[in-house]
């Protein structure tokens, strides 16, 4: 399967979900804010399907003329030991470039300003992980650890943690919120609690996109795994849901959110 047909076929997954959320009632009042339509759609066409395979290309280059040497050094490692090798690096890459956007945003860092896009929203549905600027695409950090995994002759192993982190993110992202419950559970709670503290559950990525009681976008920096935001002491487990979802302020004008620093609008 080459690149475009993988990323089709995953959006197809995300586009049925969202259209269950529909269905259910579950995106009432989400997108009253202006143009909010339109960011969510240009940036799955023009980033998704356009930039997205061109950043590949791009992180191929890149790689070759910094290692030239090393292209399919690791080719002989045995599958069951080069998948979790590659998730384990992947998800630590991942923290630690999310967690310095995020711990950048005071500053209006140009990685938090590009980050921005996916935590303003006021809801969190499928639809928010269709939401990003357009430049998130040239920086995200998977984009360059499973790039460089490839090039290293990981392909294989790449390829399903590539599979297994959009499918989960879908997941973590969804408004169906199936955790809470199981979360409560007299006997299942402690025990599920227990495995939140390895892997990323609904509620801990909820988290992350809120704020208020419940709501810390400072923690919980994982996609896949949390077992790194536990290591490093930025994991937070909740009860339910955050308080309010999104970013404390003004919103920026669409446009600038979709392709910022290209665009930038200040606010009248």
């Not at 259209?19 to 240009?42: C, D, M, N, T, W």
């Not at 791009?58 to 040497?69: D, G, K, Q, R, Y």
């Not at 923690?219 to 949390?226: A, E, I, K, T, Y």
């Amino acid at each position: 399967m080459d690149v475009r047909s993988y990323i089709a076929w995953i959006t197809v997954g995300a586009v049925i979900v969202l259209l269950a959320e529909v269905f259910a009632g579950r995106h009432k009042g989400a997108y009253a804010r202006k143009g909010e339509i339109p960011l969510i759609f240009s940036s799955m066409a023009v980033g998704r399907f356009g930039l997205g395979p061109s950043v590949g290309i791009l992180v191929a280059m890149v790689w070759s003329a910094l290692l030239p040497a090393y292209r399919g050094a690791l080719a002989d490692t045995p599958l069951w030991l080069a998948v979790p090798g590659v998730m384990l690096f992947g998800e630590f890459f991942f923290y630690w470039v999310h967690r310095y956007a995020h711990q950048t945003s005071k500053s209006k860092s140009l990685l938090w300003m590009l980050h921005r896009t996916h935590h303003s929203a006021r809801y969190m549905n499928v639809a928010v992980w269709m939401r990003l600027n357009l430049f998130w695409y040239v920086v995200i950090p998977n984009a360059w650890s499973m790039g460089l995994a490839i090039y290293l002759g990981l392909g294989e192993a790449a390829g399903i943690y590539i599979v297994l982190n959009a499918v989960w993110n879908i997941v973590t992202h969804s408004d169906f919120r199936w955790d809470d419950s199981i979360r409560r559970h007299r006997y299942f709670g402690p025990v599920f609690r227990a495995a939140e503290h390895i892997f990323v559950s609904p509620g801990i990525h909820h988290t992350h996109h809120g704020y208020g009681k419940d709501g810390a976008s400072y923690r919980n920096f994982g996609v896949l795994l949390s077992v790194w935001d536990w290591v490093f002491g930025t994991l937070h487990i909740p009860d339910g849901r955050p308080y309010r979802y999104g970013i404390p302020g003004h919103d920026a004008h669409w446009l600038e959110e979709l392709a910022y620093p290209l665009v930038r609008i200040r606010r009248s």
